[in-house]
């Protein structure tokens, strides 16, 4: 958008410290479109790196707003996130880490 200024919110988050992000006990997947207004790249990567186990994913060819843009290709990465951290058959354990520290992945294809 031409002229617009984010708001200084924006400029400064996330602003958790390393071991705030240290004590996260559960499978995290931080999702970044590749064309986000709002959030940082380099914010959405400092998460995945300083959550332990957590994956970065990053959505191509979309902005801020992918589950409107590109529906299937936002609910397909978080489809593939719960499939691979959930437990199989319905069993329940909240802090399952099947598919823990899996790394960068990119889902869809640059046009």
Same mark, same amino acid.
């Given at each position: ?32 479109? =590749?064309?986000? =207004? ?19 994913? =990053? ?45 960068? =992945? ?6």
């Amino acid at each position: 958008m031409r002229g617009y200024r984010p708001p200084p919110i924006m400029e400064t988050q996330p602003n958790y410290t390393a071991p705030d992000l240290a004590r996260i006990a559960v499978p995290v997947a931080i999702v970044q479109s =590749e064309h986000d =207004e709002f959030i940082k790249r380099e914010h959405a990567e400092y998460l995945a790196a300083t959550i332990p186990g957590a994956r970065f994913v =990053e959505l191509r060819d979309v902005s801020h707003f992918a589950p409107l843009q590109r529906p299937r290709l936002f609910n397909s990465a978080i489809l593939a996130f719960a499939a691979d951290v959930l437990p199989p058959n319905g069993s329940h354990n909240r802090c399952g880490r099947a598919g823990a520290n899996r790394g960068t =992945e990119q889902i869809g294809v640059s046009t």
